[in-house]
């Protein structure tokens, strides 16, 4: 993999479509080592309008919505599936990621899934190929462990976490800048839908499951955006009896969006992968098309219901 990076002549780094910190993160950071070479790279994204929160990262300029016509290798980064990278491509691919479900579709693959982010991933390439990170690749691999890592809540933090975390604050990275950029600067539009969809939630299942369901109308009401919902399932959670948060929203051109979140209880990701979902067993999502939400919602909440049975007959057995 190094030899094909080091033979290039047009590498293109790609961040998924409506990216986060640790895509972007990453390939950011990377976009800073390859700068030392006298490769051309490319920075690419193929969301024209990338959020602005993401503006404190390194390179975030340098974004391209236009897919070079002469790149001979591709990078891309925490992209389970190789049609959430909008391109139309078919050289050499490198896929760097931590989704267990990743569909292996490189034509070189760097997959960790026990890795909580893909910068963590990328962070020990770096590490491992002896390359220096100076101050701008720390910051960019700092806020995709702590995007992924909700700041350190998630309790499948370890002692390697925190001493990644460690290592990149020595080389450089900004940890209020990473906060206040991914969690203190909310727009009041965000604000005004987590006050509605909490008003609406449903609890469902003894207590035990959160349903959100969001349409068209209440997006365009508050002025929120899509990405605005993810917090607010995100923190279902943190409820006494909640184990299992499930989000269903209505995209403008027919279809719906799904997260899931889990608390362990059941696995996130097999459930959506009968959906062309992926994602993690905490964290998963997928875009299901021809589908309305209160059909999606109803055969969802169905296959939950069906795994905590499950779950529940299982922990009896081994009683």
Not at 240 to 268: D, F, H, P, Q, Y
Request: net charge negative.
């Amino acid at each position: 993999m190094q030899a094909l990076i080091d033979s290039a002549r047009h590498i293109v780094l790609i961040a998924h479509e409506h990216p986060d910190a640790d895509s972007l993160g990453s390939a950011c950071a990377f976009y800073s080592y390859l700068l030392r070479s006298k490769t051309k790279v490319t920075l690419f994204c193929v969301t024209p309008s990338v959020d602005k929160n993401l503006s404190f990262l390194p390179w975030f300029s340098e974004i391209t919505s236009k897919f070079p016509s002469d790149a001979d290798v591709a990078i891309s980064f925490d992209c389970g599936s190789f049609g959430r990278l909008g391109i139309d491509y078919s050289g050499e691919l490198i896929n760097f990621d931590h989704h267990i479900s990743n569909e292996l579709y490189g034509t070189h693959n760097c997959i960790d899934p026990q890795a909580l982010s893909t910068t963590q991933v990328v962070y020990e390439w770096f590490v491992t190929k002896s390359i220096k990170i100076n101050g701008k690749m720390a910051n960019a691999l700092y806020a995709g462990l702590i995007d992924d890592t909700s700041c350190f809540s998630d309790p499948q933090c370890t002692s390697s976490t925190f001493s990644m975390a460690h290592s990149l604050l020595q080389l450089g990275a900004d940890h209020g800048q990473c906060v206040q950029a991914l969690f203190n600067s909310r727009s009041l539009a965000s604000m005004r839908l987590k006050s509605k969809m909490l008003s609406e939630m449903k609890i469902l299942h003894d207590g035990r499951v959160a349903l959100f369901e969001v349409n068209q109308v209440l997006l365009e009401s508050t002025g929120a955006l899509l990405r605005d919902c993810k917090e607010v399932v995100d923190g279902a959670l943190s409820l006494k009896t909640v184990e299992v948060a499930l989000l269903v929203v209505e995209l403008k051109r027919g279809g719906v969006k799904v997260s899931l979140r889990s608390n362990g209880i059941l696995n996130a990701v097999d459930i959506l992968q009968h959906y062309g979902g992926g994602g993690h067993r905490t964290r998963a999502g997928a875009r299901i098309s021809e589908c309305t939400s209160a059909s999606a919602s109803k055969n969802l909440m169905d296959s939950i219901k069906i795994a905590l049975e499950l779950t529940a007959e299982v922990n009896i057995a081994l009683a």
